[in-house]
Every structure is written in C-alpha cells, then in structure tokens.
C-alpha cells in the first residue's frame, strides 16, 4: 500500500501560477506537464479594462502586463492547435470591472478563433470574497456574482466553459502568535452566508484554504461551512483548495492534510509548492502541482 508521500509524488499534472507576461504564458505553452494555468486579473483603470496583473494597477500600465483579450487570444490559439491546458484559473483581485470584462474577452477569443467546444478548459473563477475577519462587501460582491452567474448561464446554453467558483478568505500569516493560524467561526459562517445568498445552488464551490491554516481549521470548516451548505440545499458537494502562502508549510502538516481530507471525504485538491527533498516551501521559488482526491 503507497503512503501519503508517494500519493503525491506520483501526481504531474502541473500548475502554472501567476501567468501575468507574454514571456510566462509562452513558457506554460511550450511546457509539456503544465496543464493548468492561472492568471491573476486586475483593472487598469486608464486602458478600462482588464489586465494580467497581480497588484493593484496605478494609471500607468506595465510594460509586462496584457489585456485580457490578448491573453486570452494567446492561451486558446495554443488550445487550438494542440496543447492540453485542462483549467485556466481567473485569480480576480479587483471585483466590480474586471470581471465583466475578462470573461467576455474569454469568450470572444473563442467566437474569434473558433476552438472545438471539447477542447475548451474548465475556468475557475478565484477571489477572496471574505474577511479574515468575516466582513465582506455585499454591494461588490453584489456585482461580482452577477457577472459571473452571467457567464455560467451563458456557458452552460451553449455548452462552452465549464465553470468551478474557487472562494477564499482574506487571510495574512503572523508567525509570532501562541495558537496556530487558523479560521474562525465567524469567517466560515459569513463564507456561508455569502454563497447562500449569492450562488446558485448548481454552482460547482472548491474553497480556497491557506495550507499554514487548514490543518487547525478543518472540524471549523466542515462543521460550520461544508456540511451546511451539503445540507441546505442539493448542492453538488463544496471542496477545498489548499495553496500554499509564502510562508510555506511543513511536508508533516501537508501529508496530515492530505489524510485528514480523504478520511472525511472532502473533495480536495492540493495547489502546493514542490520544493527539494519533498518538502514544501516558497510557492514563488518552485513549480505547483495540483493533486486532487
């Protein structure tokens, strides 16, 4: 029987994070393993429109950075013509405009340039809509969700994107505190409240949870989150995501991760960064890979 170790070892399908230049794109194209790209999505304001950008963007654009309709254009001509990309992950970090304009830039490139609708990727529409401490806007969030449902209608009438909600909380890492990192209560209960009022219950939910937390947190989160949701509705089951921060976490917490979520049945996967000597480090350092239950 294979260990823990060895269940993750085996898994290459591979992650490619933070997709933000032409360069990094036609690297994750041109690498064979990467089947899963992540782009992080934010509004410039002087272009009004979308952008392949992680921090806010100022009035003036990055020499690096690309319209989402360029992005878009590059990532499904490669789809086109050959190349196995699995999920395209839209990280939003900027919640009234970009979004709108992303995702129709997503299905213009595939109206332009004709891709077969088999061949499409699933999309994953990632953002923190929480609080660490359980506040959150219901106007922006409001905007956020209506775009997207919007777009899972759409996708869904025409059998285009498949589509996954990946939510997540605000979270920073304090190294010097007495207790583990963890969620509260309270920051579950508002993740609840928000995705009772604002997604539809055919969504498909994975919730993006910090590796440096998740391991305290998990009787929290599925007493509090998970099993609630499975209850109040005939939801397909909601999941967890679990990334590493900077901070990296140790390969023990992982592999006790790891068992914990198969022993509660939870679907799970694991956006982790591989590091040397099988342990888990700076997620900015190493390659991701993506491990699913």
């Given amino acids: 029987m294979q260990t823990t170790a060895e269940a993750l070892e085996r898994e290459t399908r591979t992650w ?13 194209i041109a690498t064979h ?24 963007v100022s009035e ?5 950075e ?3 309709e360029a992005w878009a ?25 970009a979004p709108k304009h992303a995702l129709f830039a997503l299905e213009g490139a595939v109206t332009k340039l004709r891709v077969p609708k088999s061949e499409l990727p699933e999309i994953w529409l990632n953002a923190d809509v929480v609080g660490q401490d359980g506040t959150w806007d219901p106007e922006e969030l409001q905007v ?9 209608q759409r996708n869904r009438d025409r059998l285009f994107f498949r589509t996954v909600y990946s939510l997540g909380w605000r ?24 995705v009772d009022r604002f997604v539809g219950h055919e ?50 917490d992982l592999y006790a991760t790891f068992d914990s979520c198969g022993k509660a049945d939870i679907p799970t996967y694991f956006d982790v960064a591989k590091g040397p000597k099988h342990a888990w480090h700076n997620p900015i350092r190493f390659a991701h890979y993506l491990f699913a239950l």
């Fill in 16 to 28: 490619a994070h933070a997709v933000n230049a032409r360069e990094l794109l036609a690297d994750a």
């Fill in 33 to 56: 393993h990467v089947r899963r790209l992540e782009v992080d999505v934010a509004w410039n304001p002087r272009l009004q429109t979308a952008v392949t950008r992680h921090t806010a």
């Fill in 60 to 64: 003036l654009a990055s020499d690096e």
């Fill in 66 to 68: 690309l319209t989402m």
């Fill in 73 to 97: 254009e590059a990532c499904l001509l490669s789809v086109k013509n050959g190349k196995t990309i699995q999920v395209v992950k839209l990280d939003f970090k900027e919640l009234l405009y």
């Fill in 144 to 152: 956020f969700f209506d775009v997207c449902d919007a777009f899972i």
């Fill in 171 to 194: 979270t920073r890492f304090a190294p010097c505190t007495l207790s583990p990192a963890h969620y509260e209560a309270n920051a579950c209960h508002e993740m609840f409240t928000v």
């Fill in 203 to 252: 969504a498909q939910l994975t919730f993006a949870v910090r590796a440096s937390f998740v391991l305290a947190s998990l009787d929290t989160l599925q007493e509090t989150l998970l099993r609630p949701l499975a209850a109040s509705a005939k939801r397909p089951a909601p999941g967890l995501t679990v990334w590493t921060g900077w901070e990296g976490v140790p390969a023990a």
